[in-house]
């Protein structure tokens, strides 16, 4: 059963400030996802990763495979990137994913 | 094309009724996950299925819990005999054939009084 850990598990910051959360698994993977959930909201997926770097407008999340760690990375952050960073890994196929806890972010003005 | 919609979104029950949820996957999407978020707790796997079929139920509970995807309509997860320690926001996603990205619903937020 793969574990995964988030950190850090709350984070606030002021705006414009650059974001690092961190997601180490325990076994390895197909995939890593990254997810977003607002207060009372649902869920977005921000990136799926498999190797390498993805960027999004301001979010970029790497992976490192032969470490089992994965960053996600808000450059220039604002107010509305207030929420919860989820980080999800499966373990190949099309299979149910296993979940960190969340790192909630505030970001203040 | 729509993404993946779930009814209700919220839901009351009082102990011992039934509640019914329900799950309609992106259009072409034929694989579907449940997922419960406890209060204050991550997202945990409950059942992945795909049409007419249970993959892999490893985490719904043993009793009173059961999903299903048929040929036609959406997919159900259905909780007989609620009990408070069912309140809870349950999620479901779809992925397409061969696909590993899920896409996720709204959720249906459960509470059990």
């Known amino acids: 059963k793969n574990e995964v850990e988030q950190s850090p598990q709350n984070l606030t910051a002021q705006e414009g400030e650059f974001i690092t959360i961190n997601c180490s698994y325990s076994?390895?993977?197909?995939?890593l996802h990254w997810l977003q959930q607002h207060p009372g909201g649902g869920i977005v997926s921000l990136f799926m990763l498999s190797s390498g770097k993805k960027k999004h407008g301001r979010l970029i999340a790497t992976i490192n495979i032969q470490e089992k760690h994965s960053s996600l990375h808000i450059t220039a952050s604002h107010p509305r990137d207030s929420a919860v960073y989820i980080c999800?890994?499966?373990?190949?196929?099309?299979?149910?994913?296993?979940f960190g806890k969340g790192t909630h972010l505030i970001i203040q003005p | 094309n729509a993404g993946v919609m779930q009814n209700p979104r919220h839901l009351v029950r009082r102990r011992g009724q039934e509640a019914r949820l329900r799950c309609s996957p992106m259009k072409g999407h034929s694989h579907v996950y449940w997922y419960r978020q406890l209060p204050e707790e991550g997202l945990k796997f409950m059942v992945y299925?795909?049409?007419?079929?249970?993959?892999?139920e490893s985490g719904m509970p043993k009793e009173r819990f059961s999903a299903e995807f048929p040929k036609e309509g959406p997919s159900i997860l259905r909780i007989q005999q609620v009990v408070r320690g069912d309140s809870a926001a349950y999620f479901c996603?779809?992925?397409?054939?061969?696909?590993?990205?899920?896409?996720f619903g709204p959720g249906t937020r459960l509470l059990v009084l």
């Open positions: 076994v390895g993977i197909s995939a």
């Open positions: 299925l795909q049409k007419e079929n249970i993959i892999d």
């Open positions: 996603a779809s992925s397409p054939p061969g696909g590993v990205t899920q896409y």
């Open positions: 999800a890994v499966g373990g190949g196929g099309a299979d149910g994913l296993t």
